[in-house]
């Protein structure tokens, strides 16, 4: 949540409204801009060292003609060209640094995390359409718990969905 949030801090930071689809995709309106990969390494219940991965799209035009319909770029959405990529860079690590900064010193509590997290969401509020792999239904996105569960409801019952267990089906 922190890296998404960094992510959004610095888009915001250069005019750019963007949100979050749930777990790990930053989006412009309905297309994929950037993704977040991250690789944690346990010790019994704890997190020892984690490896994060961010790929953002900033001045690419042309993507392959498979994913053309659901990513793009900074530059496609919003016609803004990053000339300075190396600052953009530095920017963005900023935001991220100061995100985990006021997280360890508690000026960024968990429940505000999540608050912010939630607030940031794509399609938040809206029924969208989703599948299990076994089946596709529509359901309404209420909120991403505390546990990183994605909470929907779907024909008034409230269901929880770990990563990769639901997927959102874009169209």
């Known amino acids: 949540m922190l890296i998404s949030l960094g992510i959004i801090d610095w888009l915001e930071s250069i005019q750019v409204k963007a949100t979050i689809k749930w777990p790990n995709d930053i989006l412009i309106g309905n297309k994929k801009i950037a ?6 390494k346990s ?20 993507f392959f003609e498979d994913i053309v319909n659901t990513a793009s770029s900074i530059l496609n959405e919003t016609g803004k060209y990053i000339h300075d990529l190396p600052e ?39 029924i969208s359409s989703y599948s299990t792999g076994k089946r596709s239904f529509e359901a309404y996105l209420l909120r991403v718990d505390k546990t990183g569960e994605l909470v929907l409801l ?8 770990y990563f990769k267990e639901v997927v959102f089906n874009l169209q």
């Open 35 to 40: 993704g977040i990969l991250i690789e944690n």
């Open 43 to 62: 010790a019994g219940q704890n997190i020892k060292q984690s490896v994060i991965g961010i790929g953002i799209n900033v001045n690419q035009k042309q």
């Open 88 to 126: 953009a860079c530095l920017n963005l690590l900023t935001h991220l640094h100061r995100r985990f900064q006021d997280h360890k010193s508690k000026k960024l509590t968990d429940s505000i995390l999540l608050k912010e997290y939630n607030d940031n969401l794509f399609r938040k509020s809206i």
């Open 154 to 161: 779907e024909n008034n019952t409230e269901k929880k969905y």
